[in-house]
C-alpha cells in the first residue's frame, strides 16, 4: 500500500479542512473583491462611454466645419467664374 492506515484516516478530514478553508477564502475574500471591481468597472465604462460621447461631438463639429468651409470655398469658386476680373490667390499666412 501506498499509504498507511493512519493517512488513510486522516486523509478525508485533510480533505474536508483543505475545501472548507477554499470555500471561507471564496466567500470570505474573493467575492466581496468581485463585487468591488465589478463596482469600479461599471464606473469606468460609464466614464469611457461619456468620453466616447465627447469625442464624437466634437468630431461631428469639425466635420460640420469643414463641409461649411468647403462649400463656401465651392460658392466662391462659383462666383468667381462670372466675374469680368481676374480674382487674387488668398495669402496663406
Do not use: C
Not at 464624437?56 to 468667381?80: T, Y
Amino acid at each position: 500500500m501506498v499509504l498507511g492506515a493512519t493517512a488513510r484516516r486522516w486523509l478525508p478530514y485533510l480533505n474536508f479542512t483543505v475545501a472548507v478553508s477554499a470555500l471561507a477564502f471564496q466567500t470570505g475574500v474573493l467575492y466581496p473583491w468581485h463585487e468591488e471591481l465589478d463596482h469600479e468597472f461599471k464606473k469606468l465604462k460609464e466614464e469611457h462611454k461619456q468620453q466616447l460621447h465627447l469625442y464624437h461631438e466634437a468630431k461631428l463639429r469639425r466635420i460640420e466645419d469643414l463641409e461649411k468651409k468647403v462649400a463656401a470655398e465651392r460658392a466662391a469658386e462659383r462666383v468667381s467664374t462670372w466675374l469680368p476680373w481676374p480674382q487674387r490667390e488668398a495669402s496663406t499666412n
